[in-house]
């Protein structure tokens, strides 16, 4: 699934700033970059935009009273500098309500609540989306198959990830960043800096590491309380 998306705000270095970061998530899509609101009209009324990142504070109109003037408009998630503008922004349904300077894990944190909202705006109880057991990965000069359900687990080397199977392994050049942003949140989970593990293939927990397969995965220590939640939950049965 994608979204398009376009980015609304007055200063260059932070529309540069945004660009890079929709760069590095893969359900987004860069439609435009628009310096101001009048400049993203066309864009709206074409109906190909399901996202905005959008400025308050601009010369003209500013990115709430703009807002304000859409009669169906896509999904919003504010960037500014003013954080004394978040009640009146989420009065007006967005997204969420991003603060200059953003970091990315942040930013990713807003991109993946819009997706969500979007699968679940455009799913029907009748006809639910079903999403495949599987993807392709390119690997040199060509495309590699690869099952859900065989990955064990993904380990970062520089620019490159390598994706463990119990029989093979596959290379690819993107960033352990670019990826888990395309992987289902249910099937798989970032353990380490340079790791993301599939939670059906985890055997044991062991001091801060996991064991997979015949591998050792080490737990960061700031997302250890993350990932023994989501690999426990309640499903640890005490004495």
Known sequence: MTL????IDDEPLARKGIEEYVKEVGFLRLVAKCENTMKAVSYLEQGVVDLIFLDIRMPGISGIAFLKTLRNPPMVIFTTAYPEH?????????????????????FLKA?????????????????KETLPDYFFIKCDSKYEKVQYDEVLYIEALQNYVIIR???R?????????GLEAQLPKAKFIRVHKSYVVSLS???????NELVIDTARIPISRNLREEVMNRIMGDNLLSR
């Open 111 to 127: 991109a993946n609540k819009a997706l969500d909202f979007y699968r679940l705006r455009h799913q029907s109880e009748s006809q």
């Open 86 to 106: 978040a009640l009146e922004g989420y009065s007006l349904n967005v997204m969420d309500y991003l603060v200059k300077p953003i970091s990315f894990e942040r």
């Open 201 to 207: 293939k985890i055997k044991s927990v062991e001091g």
């Open 165 to 167: 199977t119990a029989d």
């Open 169 to 177: 392994k596959v290379i690819t050049y993107m960033t352990l960043r």
């Open 4 to 7: 398009h998306c376009i980015i």
